[in-house]
């Protein structure tokens, strides 16, 4: 019977720990619960801020291939646009004074037009130079130069 009063003691000892450690498990619940919802909002704003991360590689690919056509449009398209404007308006108002002298100027300003057309870089040169610096093999291409050589051409 002795063994058995010692097993029943033991018993009893494992039970008041576990009842013990229970309460306070529950003393400390509050805590514990804080810490685990924290846990939690640490979890999700980790996957939030990896698919904002993603996000912004998308939207920088975008505007990075988006932005070498807009540059190639303000550098090169619109100033060549605004020369042949002038080109015509000129060439109008010539018309209505001189019809004749007109004719003559207007094969003289496609000559030039030509020339410097040739002179320009092809678009499959100007883009290839525009994905080059892109991708960081190169210098940032800028051909600024043409559309401020057309606006002092075009200037009264």
């Not at 685990?36 to 975008?62: A, N, S």
């Not at 404007?85 to 004719?103: G, Q, S, T």
């Amino acid at each position: 019977n002795r063994g058995e009063s010692i097993a029943h003691v033991g018993i009893e000892f494992g039970l008041l720990s576990i009842t013990l450690s229970l309460i306070v498990i529950l003393w400390h619940f509050e805590r514990i619960d804080a810490v685990m919802r924290l846990e939690h909002e640490i979890k999700q704003l980790d996957e939030d801020m990896e698919r904002v991360v993603q996000q912004r590689v998308c939207i920088g690919d975008f505007y990075g291939a988006n932005q070498t056509l807009v540059d190639f449009w303000t550098d090169r398209t619109v100033p060549w646009l605004d020369l042949l404007k002038e080109a015509h308006e000129r060439l109008r108002e010539k018309f209505r004074v001189d019809p004749d002298e007109a004719m003559h100027q207007l094969a003289v300003t496609c000559d030039a037009l030509d020339e410097v057309e040739r002179k320009l870089p092809s678009v499959a040169v100007w883009r290839d130079a525009q994905n080059r610096s892109i991708f960081g093999d190169g210098g940032e291409v800028t051909d600024r130069a043409f559309g401020a050589w057309v606006t002092e051409q075009v200037a009264p």
